[in-house]
């Protein structure tokens, strides 16, 4: 079959037909009847009209091999144990095959810490991949401040790094691919002023300190709400429930104690805080009675919004933020502009739209056809 040359793929390549002369590749060639079994390099034996389509040949074969490109992506969460993750683990398979469809191949290296609050494994993980043959990184930071010096080193080592999902004070990576939080704080807000009628007492649970994506989504929260909502008193937003349900849920135990017999609305900024506060409010008997809007989904918490115990849900793509994230650090790699910042759009989840396809795509992401 012949090979077509576009002209990009040749400038791309810088090819000088001369060097085409020196590639020791020998090829066979049937000319009236005589084969001729020769370097490309060797052209006295060969007929003129051969020899041009010997050249050809070699010009094209080196073209597309400079082109396809072997890249060793590390990808490297906050956690591994929530679904959101699993979510942004199956996104970046899905781009390692879709890139090699397009003749790139793409090895993803999945690792992080188990625990969302384990800030020196997270930073281990990352020093770890610098002596490697990783050609970049793909990272969700734990901790805005605590990663920077680990992003800043790799940089400097000639490992790249991509941002997903959550901020890091500093400006030293190729594109930061997230949703905007504080919009997504925003929204909940709106949701759970919309709930309670705009009339009660609030309590936000936080998540943990250093984690800048729910920062911005609280902060978002807090600045709708006292905007638009000045009949509902926040009586809580000091308290973080930290990194898994368990101590969410301790966390949600000791604000039910306390504020049980007055809050009428609670907003939870990340799936895990989420789950916690609703195992909270079953045994306080408060679920369904007290309005819940929380951020992020996974199957159980579907079920509490099914059940009438969570008012919404507000749902990124954890799988687009994968598969994007992937896609712009092969890009940069090759040479492609990309973008500094990347928004992956959120989407309120209500009992009502549940069942709206586009929805169900949403928070039924295929794990199973890119994690098997």
Same mark, same amino acid.
């Given at each position: 079959?012949?090979?077509?040359?576009?002209?990009?793929?040749?400038?791309?390549? $810088?090819?000088?037909?001369?060097?085409?002369?020196?590639?020791?590749? $020998?090829?066979?060639?049937?000319?009236?009847?005589?084969?001729?079994?020769?370097?490309?390099?060797?052209?006295?034996?060969?007929?003129?009209?051969? *020899? *041009? #389509?010997?050249?050809?040949?070699?010009?094209?074969?080196?073209?597309?091999?400079?082109?396809?490109? /072997?890249?060793? %992506?590390?990808? %490297?969460?906050?956690?591994?144990?929530?679904?959101?993750?699993?979510? %942004?683990?199956?996104?970046?398979?899905?781009?390692?095959?879709?890139?090699?469809?397009?003749?790139?191949?793409?090895? %993803?290296?999945?690792?992080?810490?188990?625990?969302?609050?384990?800030?020196?494994?997270?930073?281990?993980?990352? /020093?770890?991949?610098?002596?490697?043959?990783? !050609? &970049?990184?793909?990272?969700? +930071?734990?901790?805005?401040?605590?990663? #920077?010096?680990?992003?800043?080193?790799?940089?400097?080592?000639?490992?790249?790094?991509?941002?997903? =999902?959550?901020?890091?004070?500093?400006?030293?990576?190729?594109?930061?691919?997230?949703? =905007?939080?504080? !919009?997504? &704080?925003?929204?909940?807000?709106?949701?759970?002023?919309?709930?309670?009628?705009?009339?009660?007492?609030?309590?936000?649970?936080?998540?943990?300190?250093?984690?800048?994506?729910?920062?911005?989504?609280?902060?978002?929260?807090?600045?709708?709400?006292?905007?638009?909502?000045?009949?509902?008193?926040?009586?809580?937003?000091?308290?973080?429930?930290?990194?898994?349900?368990?101590?969410?849920?301790?966390?949600?135990?000791?604000?039910?104690?306390?504020?049980?017999?007055?809050?009428?609305?609670?907003?939870?900024?990340?799936?895990?805080?989420?789950?916690?506060?609703?195992?909270?409010?079953?045994?306080?008997?408060?679920?369904?009675?007290?309005?819940?809007?929380?951020?992020?989904? =996974? &199957?159980?918490?579907?079920?509490?919004?099914?059940?009438?115990?969570?008012?919404?849900?507000?749902?990124? =793509?954890? *799988?687009?933020?994968?598969?994007?994230?992937? !896609?712009?650090?092969?890009?940069?790699?090759?040479?492609?502009?990309?973008?500094?910042?990347?928004?992956? +759009?959120?989407?309120?989840?209500?009992?009502?739209?549940?069942?709206? +396809?586009?929805?169900?795509?949403?928070?039924?992401?295929?794990?199973?056809?890119?994690?098997?």
């Amino acid at each position: 079959m012949p090979v077509k040359l576009s002209k990009s793929r040749l400038a791309a390549g $810088r090819w000088n037909i001369r060097k085409a002369f020196a590639v020791d590749l $020998r090829l066979l060639f049937s000319y009236r009847g005589r084969v001729f079994s020769s370097p490309i390099a060797t052209t006295k034996r060969m007929p003129g009209g051969i *020899f *041009f #389509v010997a050249t050809l040949c070699s010009v094209a074969l080196a073209c597309g091999a400079a082109r396809a490109a /072997e890249y060793t %992506i590390a990808v %490297i969460p906050k956690g591994t144990t929530h679904e959101y993750w699993k979510s %942004i683990h199956a996104g970046a398979v899905k781009a390692s095959r879709d890139l090699k469809n397009g003749g790139d191949t793409v090895h %993803i290296i999945w690792k992080g810490p188990l625990r969302e609050d384990d800030r020196e494994q997270q930073i281990q993980v990352v /020093e770890n991949f610098l002596t490697g043959n990783v !050609k &970049g990184i793909v990272l969700a +930071p734990l901790d805005s401040k605590a990663l #920077v010096a680990p992003v800043e080193t790799a940089t400097q080592s000639g490992v790249p790094v991509v941002i997903i =999902d959550s901020g890091l004070e500093s400006q030293d990576y190729v594109s930061f691919v997230a949703t =905007d939080n504080f !919009k997504g &704080g925003q929204e909940a807000a709106d949701r759970l002023g919309e709930v309670m009628g705009g009339q009660g007492k609030a309590i936000m649970l936080r998540y943990q300190e250093g984690s800048a994506s729910t920062e911005q989504r609280e902060a978002g929260f807090l600045d709708e709400f006292q905007k638009k909502f000045p009949g509902i008193k926040i009586i809580s937003s000091d308290q973080h429930s930290g990194a898994t349900r368990d101590t969410a849920y301790q966390a949600g135990q000791n604000l039910l104690n306390r504020f049980g017999n007055e809050v009428t609305g609670i907003f939870t900024p990340n799936e895990s805080s989420c789950a916690g506060m609703v195992l909270a409010l079953r045994d306080a008997g408060l679920a369904g009675k007290v309005k819940h809007v929380g951020f992020d989904s =996974d &199957g159980p918490l579907l079920d509490a919004l099914k059940a009438g115990e969570l008012q919404g849900l507000v749902v990124q =793509d954890p *799988f687009q933020m994968g598969y994007i994230g992937v !896609k712009t650090m092969v890009a940069s790699l090759k040479g492609d502009k990309v973008e500094k910042k990347i928004d992956t +759009p959120v989407q309120l989840v209500t009992k009502e739209n549940l069942e709206d +396809p586009a929805i169900k795509t949403l928070i039924n992401p295929p794990l199973d056809e890119y994690l098997k």
